[in-house]
């Protein structure tokens, strides 16, 4: 089956970059994304390059050779799901606030709704791609709510989970290691698998491109985060032994990673692991151990976010305790807000649970981010209830310049590993700030001899 229009419904950080490469590779097809968010299908369609919704290195460069051409954002949703023959569900799934499984289960309403959608409106046979991450065995219940049309439509589920990193997101999906995707193993299964292996071929070997039964491919995805996040949460419980021993958690990094078996990645200590993955995916593989009545497995995994909240919490702690136990009224800067570099996105970033910590001590903040826009700041603190937003307000500031942020300033946090913080001139950082000036670095990326000839008190995570 030779596919020549595409609908993706969700023009988020996933969908907005996946569609935008399979277009740009795919000359030949119509790949038109739709959202419900007409704010958000308005900047994909901006102009001005600069204001597309997602920052992602690369990916202007990619909307302006494609957008226009096969790739085209709309709110129109109906007519475009029943024109495209493979239709992406990548709508968000976040953890559960209300009811059973409450802050664990992945909420699947919206994944619902789109299903119940796409069989209101299907007029013809459609191959539906889950995009978004799911539960093992969501395709089964998509598939029930859509054999329920009773129009004769006939629909195949794939699972083809998304592996692209954001601030990666264009290389990963150009130079993708691997692309998974799961179907039905019957004959229109397997037709349907190889429509999607065809897609993907435009750019990547076929020896990259691995298909399975539709449980392994979900659950592949939820495995690969939860490792990844693991590896994050086992060097840094390492990092705190680092400074309680003397040993310096890059150089036992590195010792380890050398070992083939090990590898370097994934092993950079930190202020603590977010993102709108990692811990959603975690929680949602304990909550299917926990339903299973396996306990143990859940216990395991569960670990991993324990390990996760603490280091975010000793990093604020470290800060008040080194600050003669009190940083009530004291200046603190926050150098970075994204949960890593080069991405606007905030989910789960540690420097919000960080801020939370620290304003609670009546510190006051004052935040400086290259890429994240005030206004995200204040939703993202709003969004824990710890104070009123008249509060938030008060106590933190938001400043569009690294050296205002640091003016007055009693201590510098890192909590993004920005490339350009370690290019600033931090002498004139420290010329302006209260004595002794502190700086406290949750990515361990300043060179600690130069700050410290400065005149700067430093502390990196994972150092003594
Ligand atoms: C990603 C992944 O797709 C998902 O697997 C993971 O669970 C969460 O992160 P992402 O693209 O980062 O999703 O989410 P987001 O940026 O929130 O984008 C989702 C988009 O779907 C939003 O723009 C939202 O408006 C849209 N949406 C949601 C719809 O168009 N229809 C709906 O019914 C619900
Ligand atoms: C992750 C997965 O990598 C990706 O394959 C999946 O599709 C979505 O989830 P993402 O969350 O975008 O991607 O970024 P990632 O690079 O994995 O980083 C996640 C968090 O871990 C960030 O906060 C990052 O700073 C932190 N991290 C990562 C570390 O603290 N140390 C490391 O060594 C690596």
């Known amino acids: 089956m030779k596919i020549k229009k595409i609908c993706c419904i969700g023009a988020g950080y996933v969908g907005g970059p996946t569609m935008s490469v399979i277009a740009d590779k795919n000359p030949g097809i119509q790949v038109t994304v739709v959202d419900i968010n007409e704010a958000r299908i308005k900047a994909w369609n901006s102009e001005n390059l600069d204001e597309l919704p997602v920052y992602e290195p690369g990916l202007s460069e990619v909307v302006a050779r494609a957008r226009g ?88 589920i794939l699972s083809n989970p998304e592996f692209l990193a954001e601030g990666t997101a264009i290389q990963d999906l150009e130079q993708a290691d691997r692309v998974l995707i799961g179907g039905e193993q019957s004959a229109e299964g397997k037709e349907a698998i190889q429509a999607l292996v065809d897609i993907y071929a435009a750019w990547l070997p076929q020896e990259n491109i691995l298909t399975t039964n539709v449980w392994s491919s979900e659950l592949s995805k939820l495995t690969a985060n939860a490792f990844l996040a693991q590896r994050v949460s086992s060097i840094n419980a390492i990092s705190e032994l680092c400074e309680a021993t003397g040993a310096d958690v890059s150089e036992v990094a590195k010792a380890i990673g050398m070992d083939s078996r090990i590898g370097p990645k994934f092993l950079k200590a930190s202020v603590g692991f977010g993102g709108s993955c990692f811990q959603k995916d975690i929680l949602n593989l304990v909550y299917i151990a926990k339903s299973l009545g396996l306990d143990n497995v859940a216990d395991y995994w569960e670990q991993v976010i324990i390990m996760n909240d603490h280091q975010k919490k000793r990093f604020a702690e470290n800060i008040v305790s080194t600050l003669f136990n009190t940083v009530s009224g004291k200046k603190i800067a926050f150098l ?15 420097a919000i649970y960080v801020a939370d910590l620290l304003l609670e001590e009546q510190a006051e903040i004052q935040v400086y981010d290259p890429k994240v826009k005030p206004h995200q700041i204040y939703t993202d603190l709003n969004a824990l209830n710890t104070r009123t937003e008249e509060e938030n307000k008060a106590q933190l500031q938001v400043v569009n310049n690294p050296y205002e942020a640091c003016k007055d300033a009693h201590a510098i946090a890192v909590l993004t590993e920005w490339d350009e913080f ?43």
Request: with cysteine; aromatic share 10%.
């Open 69 to 156: 051409r096969n790739l085209f954002f709309s709110t129109e949703i109906e007519k475009n799901i029943d024109e495209a023959e493979m239709i992406f569900i990548s709508v968000n799934t976040p953890t559960k606030t209300y009811g059973k499984g409450k802050n664990m289960a992945a909420d699947l309403k919206y994944v619902e709704l789109c299903a119940r959608q796409i069989a209101n409106v299907a007029t013809s046979d459609k191959i539906v791609v889950e995009k978004s991450t799911l539960p093992v065995r969501t395709a089964q219940a998509i598939k029930t709510i859509l054999d329920q049309t009773g129009n004769g439509v006939k629909f195949q």
């Open 336 to 350: 970075g807000w994204a949960f890593k570099k080069d991405t606007n996105d905030t989910r789960e970033s540690a």
């Open 422 to 464: 370690t290019t600033y001139d931090w002498k004139r950082i420290y010329d302006t700030m209260k004595k002794p000036a502190f700086v406290f670095d949750g990515r361990k990326i300043l060179k600690e001899e130069e700050l410290k000839a400065i005149g700067f008190e430093y502390y990196a995570i994972g150092k003594a």
